[in-house]
């Protein structure tokens, strides 16, 4: 079992409609179950008292060419004691390896983020993944993901919009994820994300996080995010960009 503890958090992340599940996937070739939590926090107080949570848990079993895993996660934030950040993730996948660095993979997921007027988000999806790592270096990776997922999203009412209700359609799903080694105790990890939608192309969802770890010793390890989401037809009270940086540490065992 792998469990990682965020110790120290700068900046809390922002959601997206673009939940990064590359970053986190546990990318081990161990038979059996394994999985990691993770959990931060951080505050302040005098001029503004500020609080913000959040932890996550990743479940994961894998049986030869086929993995299965679970994630949750959860945010909550306040500000002067008035709540302002709240959201929820579950997300469950299946792949399962057909041919040499090939696999399929389905998928299920759900979420909410109430400062987004986001009350339901379901995705049910699935497509084909890629390992065209050919380095032959452990801590290098290379994937490429394609396919499509059925989306239904909820948007709540609020003063001065227009855009309330519930709106069905059909995304495509790519995605690029790699993992280079800088140095003996350096690395450096991106993801891309695109997500148009299938029925008017104008309506698409990018993100990009590009992650520096930086290893201090063989159980921890400093963590450097720049994440910057962009989405052309946001709720009409949200903005089209988001980026957002973090820093943190890393514990493992």
């Given at each position: 079992?792998?469990?990682?503890?965020?110790?120290?958090?700068?900046?809390?992340s922002v959601a997206s409609a673009i939940v990064n599940i590359e970053?986190?996937?546990?990318?081990?070739?161990?038979e059996g179950a394994s999985g990691s939590?993770?959990?931060?926090?951080?505050?302040a107080s005098g001029n503004s008292d500020t609080s913000t949570a959040a932890l996550g848990t990743y479940i994961q079993n894998r049986r030869g060419e086929r993995t299965d895993f679970a994630i949750l996660t959860y945010n909550y934030g306040s500000s002067d004691g008035e709540k302002n950040v709240d959201r929820t993730l579950l997300h469950l996948r299946h792949v399962q390896g057909f041919a040499p660095r090939q696999a399929w993979e389905a998928f299920v997921q759900w979420q909410k983020?109430?400062?987004?007027?986001?009350?339901?988000?379901?995705?049910?999806?699935g497509g084909l993944r890629w390992d065209l790592n050919h380095s032959g270096k452990a801590d290098s990776r290379l994937y490429v993901g394609a396919g499509a997922f059925y989306e239904n999203e909820r948007l709540e009412p609020r003063a001065g919009t227009t855009d309330a209700g519930t709106e069905t359609t059909v995304r495509g799903n790519f995605y690029l994820s790699l993992q280079q080694p800088l140095s003996e105790n350096a690395t450096l990890a991106s993801?891309?994300?695109f997500q148009p939608s299938l029925k008017q192309f104008s309506d698409r969802r990018l993100v990009e996080q590009g992650v520096l770890f930086v290893e201090i010793n063989t159980s921890t390890r400093i963590k450097v995010s720049l994440d910057?989401?962009?989405d052309s037809e946001p709720p009409q009270d949200v903005k089209?960009?988001?980026?957002?940086?973090?820093?943190?540490?890393?514990?493992?065992?």
């Open positions: 079992m792998r469990c990682l503890l965020l110790l120290i958090t700068l900046v809390p970053s986190m996937r546990v990318d081990t070739e161990r939590f993770s959990l931060s926090a951080s505050g983020d109430e400062f987004k007027r986001l009350s339901h988000r379901g995705l049910l999806g993801t891309t994300y910057v989401s962009y089209k960009t988001d980026v957002t940086y973090t820093t943190g540490i890393d514990w493992s065992f």
